[in-house]
């Protein structure tokens, strides 16, 4: 059954604290932005009030605008057109390997304009020096 509900949404982002910060305890993403659409599951009170609980700050898509959304879906298209598409997988576990590595491998390798061809990994940790000093 495919849920897409508020606690779903939080998924992701509960899954990210965990692997690049050891944790969801509060406050734990504080200076994380991440950027999403209007649907009921993100501006729910539930979703923003555990953002909030771990220092995140949601930034929404402008309404009635779908290509300010745009990085997100073009990032979703990628990752099915290069790990999804095309195969057959016997178990839902295969699928969350598929998209874990392509989420390693994109944070570590991918060189991106926008982060002035740094990769992402690269980007987080030029930012948390520049914090520290």
């Given at each position: 059954m495919k849920?897409?509900?508020?606690?779903?949404?939080?998924?992701?982002?509960a899954q990210g604290l965990q692997s690049e910060f050891g944790g969801v305890s509060a406050a734990?993403?504080?200076g994380l932005t991440p950027?999403?659409?209007?649907?009921?599951q993100y501006t729910s009170d539930d979703f923003r009030n555990q953002l909030k609980f771990w220092g995140v700050t949601a930034s929404y898509a402008f309404v009635a605008e779908p290509q300010?959304?745009?990085?997100?879906?073009?990032?979703?298209?990628?990752?099915?057109?290069?790990?999804i598409h095309g195969r057959?997988?016997?178990?839902?576990?295969?699928v969350r390997d598929a998209v874990v590595d392509f989420k390693d491998r994109?944070?570590?390798?991918?060189?991106?304009?926008?982060?002035?061809?740094?990769?992402?990994?690269?980007?987080?940790?030029?930012?948390?020096?520049?914090?520290?000093?």
């Open positions: 849920a897409g509900d508020r606690f779903a949404a939080l998924e992701p982002i734990i993403g504080a950027w999403m659409d209007h649907g009921s300010t959304n745009g990085v997100a879906e073009r990032f979703n298209r990628t990752m099915k057109e290069q790990k057959i997988f016997r178990n839902v576990d295969e994109y944070n570590r390798e991918w060189r991106l304009e926008k982060l002035g061809f740094m990769s992402p990994l690269e980007a987080r940790q030029a930012r948390l020096f520049k914090q520290a000093a």
